[in-house]
């Protein structure tokens, strides 16, 4: 089952990027995007980390970035790399906001 939210990633310079992001509760952290989608979006790298993915282990880089989710703004550290297709959100989400999905009535809200 693949769960899908529509969120926006806010540029350095204050644009918003309207993205499809898929719920992964695999990834622990809260936000994993492509390493190439980084550059338009300016946001400060904070350092790299080696972390265990479920093919190997790989380099990931760590930015500081900000996304509006359910009209709220959020300022989170974001794993860039360069295996990484989609934007991806993490199962960390879950500890600060509810998630619904009702499938009958076509419902899925995160927040």
């Known amino acids: 089952m693949q769960l899908f939210f529509e969120i926006e990633l806010i540029t350095a310079d204050g644009l918003n990027l309207s993205v499809n992001a898929m719920l992964d509760t695999g990834f622990t952290g809260f936000m994993a995007i492509s390493k190439q989608d980084l550059d338009s979006l300016d946001w400060s790298f904070i350092r790299q980390e080696e972390l265990r993915t479920a093919q190997r282990e790989a380099r990931f880089y760590i930015y500081l970035g900000k996304v509006l989710l359910d009209r709220r703004e959020y300022e ?19 500890k600060i906001l509810p998630l619904l999905v009702n499938y009958q009535a076509g419902i899925l809200t995160l927040g």
């Open 76 to 94: 989170i550290p974001v794993y860039a790399g360069d295996e990484i297709t989609e934007v991806l959100l993490g199962s960390e989400w879950l």
